[in-house]
């Protein structure tokens, strides 16, 4: 079975550039979430999507940051303008609605110069 | 406020001995606790997850105990390998309405197994 699958693993912009990322969950997980993860810290929720509908996007910085998952299934995670305090890791998780154990990602390292 | 605190940032040992990583948190009434490993450059896998009528869960030779009490999770790796080398996150996971469920994570111990 494959597992969620994130695209691309590494990217370098410089700030105020757009940028996006792409998560393909796990066939037939309905939920999906965007986490970001600092060095040294643990993965931080942005968003959660449950089915189309995102049902917690309390912490996703809206001034910037925007997502969707059109057809509930592949979400895109996008961030303009990007800001230096942007770099991290994001973070893509999947799992079987109203279950709780999450599948990750590999994610993608985003460094802002 | 809320915190999970683990209780290091890195933990060295000889192989073959136990490891012994500590998660405490406040201000939560989680439903389940999970651990997770997460290697380099990688995303965080799942291991274990303790219910909060749990006492002790094990998996080969993963230890997890769940104290609700003193609000405490211990994660055991018994005869530890150089292989079991990583950072290793709890979670707590707790209702947030609608049958969903939301993890929060601490900032994980980084394990190092000495040959």
């Known amino acids: 079975e494959a597992g969620v699958v994130q695209s691309p693993r590494y990217k370098i912009i410089e700030k105020k550039q757009p940028v996006a990322f792409w998560c393909n969950p796990i066939s037939g997980h309905n939920t999906l979430y965007w986490y970001l993860q600092n060095l040294g810290q643990g993965p931080e929720l942005l968003i959660r999507?449950?089915?189309?509908?995102?049902?917690?996007d309390s912490q996703l910085p809206k001034d910037r940051f925007s997502a969707e998952r059109l057809k509930g299934v592949d979400s895109t995670l996008k961030i303009q303008p990007a800001e230096l305090g942007d770099s991290a890791v994001y973070l893509c998780a999947s799992s079987l609605i109203r279950t709780d154990t999450q599948y990750f990602g590999p994610g993608t390292r985003l460094t802002v110069l | 406020s809320q915190k999970i605190e683990q209780n290091s940032e890195a933990l060295n040992i000889q192989e073959g001995k136990t490891a012994t990583l500590t998660c405490n948190y406040t201000?939560?009434?989680?439903?389940?606790l999970q651990w997770y490993r997460q290697d380099p450059g990688r995303g965080p896998v799942f291991l274990l997850l303790?219910?909060?009528n749990e006492k002790e869960k094990r998996k080969e030779r993963l230890k997890v105990t769940f104290d609700t009490t003193l609000k405490q999770s211990l994660f055991h790796i018994t005869a530890s390998q150089p292989a079991d080398s990583a950072t290793y996150l709890c979670?707590?996971?707790w209702g947030s309405g609608a049958g969903s469920y939301q993890l929060t994570f601490g900032k994980g111990t980084k394990l190092s197994v000495i040959p």
């Open positions: 303790i219910r909060e």
């Open positions: 979670a707590l996971v």
């Open positions: 999507y449950e089915n189309e509908e995102a049902v917690d």
């Open positions: 201000n939560y009434s989680p439903a389940y």
